[in-house]
């Protein structure tokens, strides 16, 4: 018996009594049709180079498998065929090979790159094969990000869409100007309005900031577009950064966590990466809330002892962007935002085992 498998039989077990359905989080309108009971989600990241967007995906495949949501499609919103082929790397190395994939073409340029992983499909074995698989031949007949969103948009039924957004929002933005094509007769603010249920985006600050949104900021014309043209009527939930910054996925654990292969591509990076830069779990937070909602969670409050939610979410209100990307919050009843709420440190803990449990029991 390995050194690591006392601990992870011990943390298996906590897994046991995990709750996996959660009531849905976000308020339906009364001219919605019935909610259906497995959401279908696009997932809307800046791939290559914070690697919670990786975690984030990777908690997508495990839910997609297990039937609790249905994936449609990857937008990859950071320019470049590099970071398009990331996301086919993971896509086709999980079983997915098959999964639409938008990138953003006009998008912004050079923005900050925290760990650099974009050369992840042109890893080699020793023997100068690949090391990971690839189900795109031709990048540039992908689709922008945009015309992916309205592909897969039309064809679901109405105010059934949950978008899961943890990068920028060019494609987004992009998608609210766009105008009726093939897919739909409706622009893109009226096929929003049309199919979305809610938005769950990794950004804003709330409370005191001391500076402006990443996300925001890294594109602020974009961003003013996406929260001009937003349809009021469509709800949106932040995860702001304080919410993921309490979860700390370490270097460390990552690479043991992954001790049944060397050829994952997410223990890859770990392995040939400097992963140590402070990077927190913050990507995860918006895919998890949008799959299970913000029911009980299945752990309790050492101090209190009472049972804790999934996520506790603030009043309704209005969010508005200023132009350095600060995000104020006007409470109102009849307001379309809402965001996550921190948690204390049993929370943390217990959305951290919810991430390490993907990898330590998802086999390739």
């Known amino acids: 018996m390995s050194a690591t498998s006392h601990p992870r039989i011990a943390i298996l077990a906590c897994l046991v009594f995990m709750v ?22 696009i997932y809307d990241t800046d791939i290559g180079s914070s690697t919670d967007d990786l975690f984030a995906l990777e908690l997508l495949y495990r839910y997609h498998d297990q039937g609790r949501c249905r994936l449609l499609g990857v937008v990859v919103d950071r320019m470049g065929d590099d970071c398009a082929a990331c996301a086919d790397v993971m896509n086709t190395y999980f079983g997915h090979g098959d999964m639409p994939i938008g990138l953003v073409r006009v998008g912004i340029v050079n ?14 074995l020793d023997d100068g094969t690949p090391m990971f698989r690839r189900s ?11 015309q992916l969103y309205r592909r897969l948009l039309a064809a679901e039924p109405d105010h059934s869409v949950s978008v899961v957004s943890v990068g920028f929002v060019t494609c987004l933005a992009q998608l609210l100007q766009s105008e009726g094509d093939q897919y739909s007769p409706l622009d893109g603010v009226e096929l929003v309005r049309r ?9 804003g ?8 949104d990443y996300n925001f900021a890294q594109g602020i014309d974009f961003a003013q577009t996406f929260f001009r ?14 919410v993921g910054q309490q979860v700390e996925y370490t ?7 992954i001790d049944w292969t060397d050829i994952h591509p997410v223990k890859q990076v770990y392995m040939t990466c400097d992963c140590n830069t402070g990077q927190k779990m913050w990507d995860p937070m918006v895919v998890i809330n949008a799959v299970e909602g913000e029911g009980p969670s299945g752990c309790f409050d050492s101090v209190t002892g009472a049972r804790l939610p999934l996520f506790s979410l603030s009043e309704r209100g209005v969010v508005t962007l200023l132009p350095d990307a600060e995000t104020p919050f006007t409470p109102s009843p009849e307001g379309n935002c809402r965001y996550q709420l ?7 803990d217990h959305m951290l085992l919810k991430i390490r449990q993907v990898n330590m029991t998802l086999a390739h």
Do not use: H, N
Not at 20 to 41: F, G, H, Y
Not at 111 to 124: E, H, K, N
Not at 195 to 203: A, F, H, P, S, T
């Open 20 to 41: 996996c359905l959660a009531l849905p989080s976000c308020k339906k309108k009364p001219t919605q049709e019935p909610d259906t009971q497995v959401p279908a989600v």
């Open 111 to 124: 923005p900050a790159v925290w760990i650099d992983y974009r050369g992840l499909p042109y890893y080699t």
């Open 136 to 146: 795109v031949a031709d990048y540039s007949s992908l689709p922008d990000g945009w």
């Open 195 to 203: 199919k979305v249920k809610c938005l769950y985006i990794q950004g």
């Open 205 to 212: 600050r709330f409370g005191v900031a001391d500076e402006g």
């Open 229 to 242: 043209l937003w349809p009021s009527d469509v709800d949106i939930v932040f995860s702001p950064m304080e």
């Open 251 to 257: 270097p460390e654990q990552v690479i043991a966590d």
């Open 342 to 348: 921190p948690g204390p440190p049993a929370w943390a």
